[in-house]
């Protein structure tokens, strides 16, 4: 496994190139600034709206994205992964020239070969681990955020140095950008969405309607639970102390109750087989046609799970646990 930092990069390879934001959203507007202000030369290409208006105000040139992927020698796609195909197929695929370079910050599209470029061009991901507001935060307090980048096609044997370039320009050489794959990005992102996240929800849910069952007040064990913000500050410290590390800041009860409960625990092994069929849909690309199959069809499952999460009746009662705190984690 590789870090690359500020050392092991340069900008000089993209320095007489004109680099094309496709899509000034959260990625597309941190990524244009921070290149801006490492000195090179951005475009951007966007639908006129609000977003245009922005990246206008911001002092780009904005273009349409036809124009863009034009002009642009590196085409940046940072528009919502859902789209992408459709952008690219309608509007950039029949103006790619031979030397481009095609980069992503997700490996999804090209992994599940929604996009198939062609081998004239480089295809590479600069794919931040961190939403857009931080990469622009942190790069301008001089710090940077991590990225993960790949290579997936090198037509002109410069493409490892055009990712290392873009993520010193975004700032990631200097945390550190990590080189991985576009199948390991995407099936680590996906897993994580579809394996962890529902486990933990689930976990959250299910120990929220027990304790409010068995009579505890609502907003009291949403308080205990998340509300206070106690729980994020302990994912902050797993990330800046470790997992285990980070529990010196508890108290001893804390921990022996947290590690016997652990071991404890009758379903642990039995996380295994859900986790299995999670990595087996994401690596023989069912879950990629299910979510193809939704999208085409007007997303109506995803509506149906989104309708019942809002109407889930915890949204009222943190509402309540807000007004009797008086207080909200900045
Ligand atoms: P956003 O949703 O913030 O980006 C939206 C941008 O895409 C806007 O400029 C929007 O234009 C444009 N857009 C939306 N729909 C269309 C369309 N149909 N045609 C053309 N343009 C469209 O995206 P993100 O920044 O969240 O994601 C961009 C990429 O970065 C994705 O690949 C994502 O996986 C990846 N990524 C995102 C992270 C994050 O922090 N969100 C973290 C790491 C990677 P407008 O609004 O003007 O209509």
């Known amino acids: 496994m590789k870090t690359y930092f500020d050392a092991d990069a340069s900008l000089d390879v993209l320095r007489n190139q004109t680099l094309a934001i496709i899509g000034y959203g959260n990625q597309g507007r941190a990524q244009a600034l921070n290149l801006r202000d490492s000195g090179l030369r951005v475009i951007v290409g966007n639908l006129r709206d609000a977003s245009a208006t922005q990246a206008e105000k911001d002092g780009f040139p904005v273009l349409s994205i036809d124009q863009a992927a034009e002009q642009g020698d590196v085409l940046a796609l940072l528009i919502p992964d859902e789209v992408q195909r459709k952008v690219y197929d309608d509007v950039i695929s029949k103006r790619l020239r031979p030397g481009q370079t095609l980069d992503f910050a997700t490996g999804y599209n090209i992994h599940y070969g929604l996009i198939v470029p062609p081998k004239t061009v480089d295809v590479i991901m600069v794919a931040p681990r961190m939403m857009g507001a931080i990469v622009r935060e942190s790069f301008e307090r001089g710090e940077g955020s991590p990225a993960f980048v790949a290579v997936a096609q090198d037509a002109t044997g410069q493409a490892l140095r055009k990712a290392l370039a873009w993520s010193m320009g975004i700032g990631a050489t200097r945390a550190g950008a990590v080189e991985t794959t576009f199948a390991e990005e995407t099936e680590l992102d996906l897993f994580q969405e579809q394996a962890f996240w529902p486990m933990f929800f689930r976990a959250m849910l299910e120990s929220y309607q027990f304790l409010v069952d068995k009579g505890f007040p609502p907003e009291i064990v949403t308080m205990e639970m998340y509300g206070t913000g106690e729980a994020s500050e302990i994912f902050g410290e797993m990330a800046r102390q470790g997992m285990f590390k ?32 999670a990595l ?35 949204n009222e009662v943190e509402e309540r646990m807000h007004r009797l705190l008086k207080f909200k984690l900045e």
């Open 246 to 277: 980070q529990m010196r800041l508890h108290s001893p009860t804390s921990r022996f109750g947290t590690l016997s409960g652990a071991q404890a625990l009758p379903f642990g092994n039995q996380m295994r087989p859900f986790m299995e069929e």
């Open 280 to 314: 087996a849909r994401i690596r023989d690309g069912r879950f990629a046609k299910e979510w193809q199959r939704e999208q085409e069809a007007g997303y109506p499952v995803f509506k149906k799970l989104l309708a019942q999460a809002e109407a889930h009746p915890i």
